[in-house]
């Protein structure tokens, strides 16, 4: 809740916002025990260590309960590796209708020195990398004001430094797996790997102990004896195992007083 619709911005090339997000560790024991908790188990295990015996045993479902969703600007090199993910929920600011941002990356002079370690050089490179993302975003604009020529034609004069807008959605399970993939294929420093980890970081707070199970090897199995079907099927669920607290989120009144409650139908 404190983090959301804050924007993170990673200066100087776009911003990380999270607008949205569902669930949490209680969320996935819930989902994981029907709807039960885990009184329905004799061992009676502890939360912790349940996550992390559905992490051990690859049962995946109950992790995916948990959804996150984000608002990105980002250069569009670094979209990439984002919006073309399988796994997630993507609406994309479009180039082909709408007219493109007026702002792209510049890497900083700081970031220019250590690859050439030279004061003027850096400065020499920083301004011609300015002046030609000046006049590559100009020659979009003239482009755009002749009638013959469409927004995705015209849009192709900009480099895949220029910024995009998307909105980006994932649940838990899968954007562990993207988070550990795209590590290995983005060193530490680069752009993308920045967006990467406040994401990652946000995911970390909405459900600490399932992400650190996602993202750990070797998690442990541990003993539990499965409830019999009738202890499931014709018993009441538990009552939800947290307390009213206060949301920024979008939230409907007359939903949320037939929240959790119980109804029976055709006699049953």
């Not at 949205?20 to 996935?28: F, L, M, Q, W």
């Not at 502890?46 to 600007?73: C, G, T």
């Not at 990398?129 to 755009?144: M, N």
Request: aromatic share 10%; net charge negative.
């Amino acid at each position: 809740e404190d983090l959301l619709f804050h924007s993170h911005w990673l200066k100087p090339y776009g911003s990380v916002e999270l607008i949205g997000y569902k669930g949490g560790d209680i969320t996935v024991s819930r989902i994981a025990t029907a709807g039960h908790g885990l009184k329905i188990f004799p061992e009676q295990p502890d939360l912790d260590d349940f996550v992390e015996h559905l992490a051990a045993k690859e049962i995946d479902e109950p992790f995916r309960s948990v959804m996150l969703q984000f608002r990105i600007v980002a250069p569009i090199e670094v979209a990439y590796s984002f919006v073309y993910s399988p796994d997630c929920s993507v609406n994309e600011y479009s180039g082909r209708y709408s007219v493109m941002m007026d702002e792209g990356y510049v890497p900083s002079y700081e970031r220019i020195l250590r690859h050439v370690q030279d004061e003027d050089k850096a400065r020499e490179i920083l301004s011609t990398l300015k002046a030609r993302r000046r006049d590559s975003y100009d020659s979009y604009k003239t482009l755009l004001d002749r009638n013959n020529l469409t927004r995705e034609l015209s849009r192709c004069i900009l480099g895949s430094d220029n910024y995009t807008k998307f909105y980006w959605k994932m649940d838990l399970a899968n954007l562990a797996r993207f988070v550990r993939k795209q590590r290995k294929q983005h060193e530490p420093d680069t752009i993308t790997r920045d967006y990467l980890e406040i994401i990652a970081e946000m995911a970390s707070k909405c459900a600490p102990l399932s992400w650190t199970v996602l993202m750990n090897d070797g998690n442990k199995v541990i003993t539990l004896t499965h409830p019999r079907d009738e202890d499931i099927i014709d018993t009441p669920l538990s009552s939800p195992e947290w307390e009213l607290s206060e949301t920024r989120r979008v939230t409907v009144d007359s939903l949320e007083e037939v929240l959790f409650v119980e109804r029976s139908y055709l006699d049953t």
